[in-house]
């Protein structure tokens, strides 16, 4: 029983398309995230016996005919495809090709959108025959073993399938509890992915990135995983196994600079942080790779001073808004002053910073993104990215914005511009899609192009090689789109 697990080819000839990253585009800093779910799919298949391959074919640069000559020449049983909301309708294309190349193989296609439309998504192709929903690693694994034993996939849980034009919902499944039972994803990178293909700007390159725990305990109005996918509890690895993954990078990926923790809130579990820090000091893993990690802006110093010390180079917080009404609005459940103090915090720790902000909110004004601005370059961050509202759907964003009447096409394609870079489809009377885009795009110039910032980079250049690289391989790309409108 062979497997193919594939992350289709989207808009190959505009750059590389990071489908699993939480807002999936060809990111204007050449950023290209790991196809972190199948690859944790692949593994249980690994270690459950089945013959799997798994192909990243934007990482690879791959064109749809190359894949599918692969897909046939492997001749697998079960291919598993990945998708995203504005790549959906590409790769359901993608799988009727698939399937008259392989017209006996069964095509799943998994994803947050599949997870949040699983009808809507089954009707778009006959060349979709079922659609995975949440998880899927074991839902991938039973699906192979029912098909090998010729058996209904009826009693695979966590599927929705078309059967007689009439599309069934099989037992709900629920999330994976002991996720140290999964095999390390780097070990499938290993096997089956070149990791120098992967990017991420703000990490010292070759760079490795790693989930260490699943969902998140917030409930931010926007962020696609936790409502579609993982849900709104967080639940961990051990201190343990992590520590063994990073043991197993410095074994394996001998030339790998640093590694990324990217849960979705790496710090909810402050004494579990603690535990790892600890751990990684103990072992000496600190002086040998640095690490960055996803970590919310209630992080005290204490703990900042740890993670330094363990060897992490880099924190990511959600700043979002520098309005308060705004982020009580969408229920980020955090404090201005907060952020400010956070930033404080880690220039004394001595950790980078990237901020993340976000307009387009409920209650935004032009005035609330001017406010977002000048409160950015006031944290004083290594690096930010400004993004306009995107609404993934499945998430009280998308509803909200259907609900107002604000999404001004129901065209998933247009969650994209067409040269695959980030836009937004909430268009509202007194704040349109393309002023939301336009601002942020003014905010990036405004933000990089300060004389102080540039003589800050400059000197963080000069006193490290590594920073220096790392500055250089963003700024290539993200110099072609700095200055476009």
């Known amino acids: 029983m062979k497997v193919l697990l594939l992350n289709p080819p989207f808009k190959p000839e505009h750059g590389k398309f990071s489908r699993s990253s939480r807002s999936p585009a060809v990111a204007k800093s050449g950023t290209l995230y790991y196809p972190f779910w199948l690859s944790y799919a692949t593994g249980v298949l690994d270690q459950s016996g089945y013959e799997a391959k798994l192909i990243d074919a934007p990482a690879e640069g791959s064109p749809v005919k190359k894949?599918?000559?692969?897909?046939?020449?492997?001749?697998?049983?079960?291919?598993?495809?990945?998708?995203?909301?504005?790549?959906?309708?590409?790769?359901?294309?993608?799988?009727?090709?698939?399937?008259?190349?392989?017209?006996?193989?069964?095509?799943?296609?998994?994803?947050?959108?599949?997870?949040?439309?699983?009808?809507?998504?089954?009707?778009?192709?006959?060349?979709?025959?079922?659609?995975?929903?949440?998880?899927?690693?074991?839902?991938?694994?039973?699906?192979?073993?029912?098909?090998?034993?010729?058996?209904?996939?009826?009693?695979?849980?966590?599927?929705?399938?078309?059967?007689?034009?009439?599309?069934?919902?099989?037992?709900?499944?629920?999330?994976?509890?002991?996720?140290?039972?999964?095999?390390?994803?780097?070990?499938?990178?290993?096997?089956?992915?070149?990791?120098?293909?992967?990017?991420?700007?703000?990490?010292?390159?070759?760079?490795?990135?790693?989930?260490?725990?699943?969902?998140?305990?917030?409930?931010?109005?926007?962020?696609?995983?936790?409502?579609?996918?993982h849900g709104n509890r967080y639940r961990l690895r051990s201190a343990e196994n992590v520590v063994a993954e990073f043991e197993y990078i410095l074994e394996n990926f001998p030339d790998v600079k640093e590694v990324g923790i990217e849960d979705d809130t790496f710090t909810a579990n402050i004494a579990r942080v603690k535990n790892i820090c600890d751990r990684l000091i103990s072992k000496g893993i600190n002086k040998k790779v640095k690490w960055w990690a996803n970590a919310r802006v209630n992080l005290d110093l204490e703990t900042m001073q740890l993670m330094k010390a363990a060897g992490c180079r880099l924190i990511i917080p959600g700043f979002e808004s520098g309005t308060q009404k705004i982020l009580d609005n969408i229920n980020k459940g955090i404090r201005v002053q907060q952020s400010i103090q956070y930033a404080k915090n880690a220039r004394k720790a001595k950790l980078l910073v990237h901020g993340c902000f976000m307009v387009g909110n409920p209650g935004e004004t032009r005035e609330t993104m001017k406010q977002t601005l000048a409160f950015a370059k006031k944290l004083d961050l290594d690096t930010a990215q400004f993004y306009p509202l995107i609404p993934y759907p499945g998430t009280k964003a998308y509803t909200w914005a259907a609900e107002h009447g604000y999404l001004k096409t129901s065209n998933f394609s247009e969650w994209l511009t067409e040269d695959g870079l980030h836009s937004t489809v909430v268009s509202r009377p007194d704040l349109t899609a393309q002023d939301l885009v336009e601002f942020c795009s003014y905010a990036r110039r405004a933000f990089y192009l300060r004389v102080s910032y540039i003589l800050r980079k400059t000197l963080q250049s000069l006193l490290s090689l590594d920073e220096a690289r790392r500055n250089f391989k963003a700024l290539k790309t993200f110099m072609k789109y700095l200055f476009r409108k």
């Open 67 to 229: 894949v599918i000559a692969m897909a046939v020449a492997y001749g697998p049983q079960l291919i598993v495809l990945d998708t995203s909301t504005p790549s959906i309708f590409s790769d359901t294309e993608f799988a009727e090709e698939m399937k008259r190349a392989l017209p006996s193989a069964f095509i799943l296609l998994v994803g947050t959108h599949p997870s949040a439309l699983p009808s809507e998504t089954l009707t778009l192709s006959n060349g979709v025959d079922a659609v995975a929903i949440g998880e899927y690693d074991y839902t991938v694994r039973d699906l192979a073993d029912v098909l090998k034993k010729a058996q209904d996939v009826q009693q695979v849980k966590g599927l929705a399938y078309r059967k007689d034009q009439e599309i069934i919902f099989t037992e709900k499944r629920a999330n994976i509890e002991n996720l140290d039972e999964i095999p390390f994803v780097t070990s499938v990178y290993k096997k089956h992915l070149n990791y120098k293909n992967y990017f991420e700007s703000m990490a010292q390159y070759p760079m490795i990135m790693i989930i260490t725990g699943r969902g998140c305990p917030f409930r931010c109005f926007f962020c696609v995983y936790p409502q579609t996918f």
